[in-house]
C-alpha cells in the first residue's frame, strides 16, 4: 500500500509519521520543505511537486487549513485529481464545508476517483498518539477498504453518512465547543467580579451540572496557569463556527447562540489572541473588563 499524505503541520505532521507503522512507501509533501525534515529520517520520501506525488500512491490524504486550499491541491493544473491513476483514493481530514467536499467528490468521479471526507477530533495529542476520532462521509464500500488507515491513525471511527457528512458532524461538534468555551469565559469572567476565586469556581462546577469538555481540557491547563500558547487556537475555532454559519445559511436553520458566539472570536482576533488557545477568551473578557 503507498500511501501519500499533503499537508504536514501540527496534525497532518504526526499522522504522517503514524503511517510508516503501516506501510514502507509513505509520500509526503508540504509547501514548506522543512516540515518533511523529520519524516524523511524515519522513512518517508518527499515529493517536490503534487502530480509526484499523486503517481506513486495507492491512497492520498489531506490535512489542509480551509476549503480554497484543498480545492486548488484537488484541481489545481498539475493537482492530484489530473495525476492520479484510476481508483486511486482520496481522504480529506480538513475541516471544510459539505458543501466543497460533495463538489470535489463530484469532480473524483469523472477521473474515476473514490473520495472521503473525514475530519477528525482529538487534536495534536490524538494524532500523536494515534487515538483520533473519525467522521467520516463517503461510500462504506471505500470507507472499509481504507480501514487499515483510519486504525493506524485514530482509535474511533464514524461513518456518518454520504460525502459532507463526517464534514456536517465535525462542524456539529466544533459548533459545540466553540459555544461552550465562549459561556465558560462569560461565567468565569462573572464569577470573578462577585468575588468568585477561579479555582474555587473550577472545583464546584466540574461536579456540578455545568461541568463540559470544555472546562475540563482548558481550566486547569490553560485557565488557572493563565498561559494560552498551543492548543487549540482561536483563528480555527473562529473558522469552524463560520462554516457552521455557512451551514446555517444554507439550510435556512436559525443559530442565534452561534451568531453570538462567533461575534466574541472575532473581537479576540482584532484584539490578536487568534494564535492562542480558545481558552483566551478569559483574557479577552478580563481585558474589556479591567480585571
Not at 31 to 43: D, I, N, V, Y
Not at 211 to 239: M, V, W
Amino acid at each position: 500500500m503507498n500511501i501519500g499524505f499533503i499537508g504536514l503541520g501540527a496534525m497532518g505532521g504526526p499522522m504522517a509519521s503514524n503511517l510508516l507503522q503501516i506501510s514502507n512507501k509513505v509520500y509526503v509533501y508540504d509547501t514548506q520543505r522543512e516540515a518533511a525534515a523529520a519524516l524523511e529520517e524515519k522513512g518517508a520520501v518527499y515529493c517536490s511537486t503534487l502530480k509526484t506525488l499523486a503517481q506513486h500512491c495507492d491512497y492520498i490524504l489531506t490535512s489542509l487549513p480551509n476549503g480554497s486550499i484543498v480545492e486548488s491541491v484537488m484541481t489545481g493544473e498539475e493537482g492530484i485529481f489530473s495525476s492520479c491513476a484510476a481508483q486511486t483514493t482520496i481522504i480529506d481530514l480538513s475541516s471544510v464545508a459539505p458543501s466543497t467536499s460533495q463538489k470535489l467528490a463530484k469532480l473524483a468521479q469523472h477521473y474515476q476517483l473514490f473520495y472521503l471526507d473525514a475530519p477528525v477530533s482529538g487534536g495534536v495529542a490524538g494524532a500523536k498518539s494515534g487515538t483520533l476520532t473519525f467522521m467520516i462521509g463517503g461510500n462504506k464500500t471505500v470507507y472499509e477498504n481504507a480501514r487499515p488507515i483510519f486504525d493506524c491513525l485514530g482509535k474511533t471511527c464514524f461513518h456518518v453518512g454520504d460525502v459532507g457528512a463526517g464534514d456536517a458532524m465535525k462542524i456539529i461538534n466544533n459548533l459545540l465547543l466553540g459555544c461552550n468555551m465562549a459561556a465558560l469565559s462569560e461565567a468565569f469572567t462573572l464569577g470573578k467580579k462577585c468575588g468568585l476565586d477561579p479555582q474555587m469556581m473550577y472545583d464546584i462546577i466540574k461536579v456540578s451540572s455545568g461541568r463540559s469538555y470544555a472546562l475540563e481540557a482548558k481550566t486547569e491547563k490553560f485557565i488557572l496557569a493563565d498561559q494560552y500558547e498551543g492548543g487549540f487556537s482561536i483563528n480555527l475555532q473562529h473558522k469552524d463556527l463560520n462554516l457552521a454559519l455557512e451551514a446555517a445559511k444554507d439550510t435556512t436553520t436559525p443559530v442565534p447562540m452561534t451568531s453570538s458566539a462567533t461575534q466574541i472570536y472575532e473581537v479576540a482576533k482584532t484584539m490578536e489572541y487568534g494564535t492562542s488557545d480558545i481558552s483566551a477568551l478569559v483574557k479577552v473578557w478580563s481585558d474589556i473588563n479591567q480585571l
